[in-house]
């Protein structure tokens, strides 16, 4: 056996079974994948795929069930409650911040 040395990486339980069914029903083990990408990143120098953050959640109308909506709006009370509150202004220039955020990352 030649030399190796180990990775160990912490990983969303539920993204790993995911990704570990995935890659049994085609052949391979997560440690055969992981020195593909290795070596790919070697031969080419780069990242061999364009990294992205998962799109922000946006909630619609019907989206949501009376549930997640109860429980939306009650966080919004207890932030209230708690004295966590902005002024019209305030809230401007957040959401000001938020769309050049969103704009910046997924270029919307």
Known sequence: MTNTAELHVA???EIKEKAETILEQSGFTPAEVIRMLYNRI??????P????LPAPKILFEGSMTRE????????????????????LQESEEMLAEFKATLSEEYGT
């Open 11 to 13: 990983i969303d339980p």
């Open 42 to 47: 070697i031969k080419e120098q780069k990242i």
């Open 49 to 52: 795929f364009e990294p992205c």
């Open 68 to 87: 997640e909506i109860d429980r939306e709006l009650q966080k919004g009370i207890d932030s209230i409650e708690a004295g966590r509150t902005y002024t």
